[in-house]
């Protein structure tokens, strides 16, 4: 199982960008996706899900509204973009993979290396 | 929100001692609770999940216990390749809160 993750940077508040997470070792269309982010120096914050089939997103309140998640299963790939991004919202991003097969656990047995989002002027 | 609380934030011990942290949740998650390792510069990796289940290939000094609010993990001998930071997470209703983490070094 791989998942890696692309598309981090500098970026000023405000602003928008979109990560990638690609994904391979595991049959992609029967599990959740996650990302789960951690600022510099802090712990673990869950962020968003989408459901295995695509047809639910879940988010944390700390993003709803300005993140968006989407899955291509032809392409085995991941998406989030991230809208008006604001100064605490500077931490890598870890996609991770749901540990249960067909259904949302809520729990993450692989996670990707992550990327690095930094958001300032 | 459930909050998750870790004790101790920092702990130091030696090699083959036993090892345990502990991981408090504000309100009742039966035992939706899992445990990550995270070395410096790694993601994080799952050792335990339903507060007790062994994820495969860890190695077996590693044991989860506990339900309803209170929750440990365990080290039976400590090895030098234990040193990193663990946090225990719910996953209990919408709630998918992660401990502050608990800092483990070697003395």
């Known amino acids: 199982v791989q998942l890696v993750e692309s598309g981090g940077g500098v970026v000023q508040p405000g602003r928008s960008l979109r990560l990638s997470c690609a994904a391979s070792g595991f049959t992609f269309s029967n599990y959740g996706i996650h990302w789960v982010r951690q600022a510099p120096g802090k712990g673990l914050e869950w962020v968003a899900l989408i459901s295995y089939d695509g047809s639910h997103e879940y988010y944390a309140d700390s993003v709803k509204g300005r993140f968006t998640f989407s899955r291509d299963n032809s392409k085995n790939t991941l998406y989030l973009q991230m809208n008006s991004l604001r100064p605490e919202d500077t931490a890598v991003y870890y996609c991770a993979k749901d540990a249960e097969l067909g259904k949302s656990a809520y729990y993450f047995d692989y996670w990707g290396q992550g990327t690095l989002v930094t958001v300032s002027s | 929100d459930i909050q998750m609380t870790q004790s101790p934030s920092i702990l130091s011990a030696s090699v083959g001692d036993r090892v345990t942290i502990a991981c408090r949740a504000s309100?009742?998650?039966?035992?939706?609770l899992a445990w990550y390792q995270q070395k410096p510069g790694k993601a994080p990796k799952l050792l335990v999940y339903?507060?007790?289940y062994l994820q495969s290939g860890v190695p077996s000094r590693f044991s989860g216990s506990g339900s309803v609010t209170e929750f440990t993990l365990t080290i039976s001998s400590l090895q030098p390749d234990d040193v990193a930071t663990y946090y225990c997470q719910n996953y209990y209703g919408n709630s998918y809160t992660f401990g502050q983490g608990t800092k483990l070094d070697i003395k």
């Open positions: 309100q009742s998650i039966d035992r939706w």
């Open positions: 339903r507060a007790s």
